[in-house]
């Protein structure tokens, strides 16, 4: 089965600067790829996802990265602020089941 | 729409007794999803649903769970007799039957075994 991995599992950063997170995966027929965003106490939240026929997608201060031949896939905040700190976590799909393989999370802490 | 909805939103019951959890997803979805998320062990899914129909019910840690989906907009997932491992916050999420689409998650069950 699929099998994700997501590093850092913590990161700090000052407000307004960048902070990336890196996950891989092991199955290549996985063609989807979200982010989730958690806040302490709340459920997940999508924020950007990608799907395999595209290298990268922005959304505002947000952007994903996508390599698929060395099957890896970033996330990146840029100009953080506070209310960006939270746990993401990263996940590979593929199919019609839509089951996603998660990754382990990153607790991200934007200092002011 | 209202979004996935869970109830309740907090449980708090002594070891032994059975614990129902329940979840509406969102209309015109067809795949749920239960996830159980604690510190140690992260996110799990412990069953998912096509069409009303369990599909993988792998996550399932032992024969004291189990999951129901009996239409297309309700599902329960029970534990008897419930544990204190079993604390955690028990998500449901669902999505539309088509490839690369996203879940959508419930606010979750708060679950306290005392």
């Known amino acids: 089965g699929e099998n994700v991995e997501q590093h850092p599992s913590t990161l700090s950063v000052q407000e307004g600067d960048s902070a990336v997170i890196k996950c891989t995966y092991s199955?290549?027929?996985?063609?989807?790829f979200p982010w989730y965003k958690q806040e302490l106490g709340k459920r997940p939240q999508l924020i950007i996802d990608?799907?395999?026929n595209v290298g990268e997608k922005k959304d505002q201060r947000i952007a994903v990265t996508l390599n698929k031949t060395a099957k890896h896939f970033s996330l990146h905040i840029t100009e953080t602020q506070p209310e960006d700190s939270a746990v993401y976590f990263c996940?590979?799909?593929w199919g019609t089941g839509n089951q996603f393989y998660f990754g382990t999370g990153t607790s991200l802490t934007v200092i002011p | 729409d209202a979004g996935v909805i869970q109830s309740p939103r907090h449980e708090v019951t002594e070891m032994g007794q059975e614990v129902t959890l329940r979840c509406k997803p969102i209309?015109?979805?067809?795949?749920l999803f239960w996830y159980r998320q604690t510190m140690m062990r992260g996110l799990e899914l412990l069953i998912y649903?096509?069409?009303?129909?369990?599909?993988?019910d792998s996550g399932m840690p032992e024969d004291r769970f189990s999951a129901k989906m009996p239409n297309a907009s309700f599902s329960t997932l029970k534990i008897q007799p419930s544990e204190p491992r079993d604390s955690a916050v028990y998500f449901c999420?669902?999505?539309?039957?088509?490839?690369?689409?996203?879940?959508?998650f419930g606010d979750g069950t708060r679950l306290s075994i005392l």
């Open positions: 996940a590979a799909s």
């Open positions: 999420a669902s999505t539309m039957g088509r490839a690369n689409q996203p879940q959508h």
């Open positions: 990608i799907r395999s």
């Open positions: 199955d290549s027929a996985s063609n989807y």
């Open positions: 209309s015109g979805h067809n795949s």
């Open positions: 649903f096509n069409n009303n129909v369990p599909i993988d």
